[in-house]
């Protein structure tokens, strides 16, 4: 391990499930390793072009830290997927896997990748290539719902968060700070 790569093995992470915290969960151990140094990128697929806190936290640590949101402004339904999604999701993980293969960033996120495998706008054999020909010294952790069983077989760790109780059922809807 040189000065330049902080990990001498970097690991393959996702965290997957129905239940709240799993961009959340990327992001604290985003911030766990700026505070070790490590030059971080996150890419946010099917996001939407929402204001998110974290866009904004990022603007401290522009040194070190990229979050970027990639894809149309609008949520990606299920069933109503366009090619126009599908063409922005290619083009977005093509540069995703360039990040991943540039080794130039020790922590790799792909937020909601699993998502756009689950909706068909990112093939499977392509982010299971760029899994196996990731630079041994980065950390990769690939985020959403539905995981892919084939994605899981690759990773080193695997967290599904479940849901238990949420309060939106409620009728509490999101807050500033909290969900977004």
Do not use: W
Not at 38 to 49: D, E, T
Not at 171 to 178: D, K
């Amino acid at each position: 391990m040189t000065d330049k790569h902080r990990l001498a093995k970097g690991l393959v992470q996702v965290y997957t499930g129905d239940g709240k915290g799993k961009t959340t969960a990327a992001l604290g151990l985003v911030f766990r390793a700026l505070g070790h140094g490590f030059r971080v990128h996150v890419m946010q697929f099917m996001k939407g072009q929402t204001v998110y806190g974290e866009l904004e936290s990022a603007k401290r640590f522009r040194d070190c830290l990229t979050i970027e949101q990639v894809g149309r402004s609008q949520f990606v339904k299920q069933g109503e997927q366009t090619q126009t999604d599908r063409d922005m999701a290619r083009e977005a993980f093509a540069r995703a896997r360039a990040l991943v293969s540039s080794g130039d960033y020790d922590l790799v996120v792909l937020d909601e990748l699993n998502c756009a495998v689950d909706f068909d706008l990112v093939e499977l054999e392509a982010v299971k290539e760029m899994i196996r020909n990731k630079p041994l010294h980065t950390e990769l952790v690939i985020t959403g719902r539905n995981v892919h069983p084939q994605i899981i077989e690759l990773a080193d760790l695997v967290t599904e968060m479940r849901e238990i109780k949420h309060y939106y059922a409620d009728g509490q809807p999101a807050r500033t700070g909290i969900e977004s």
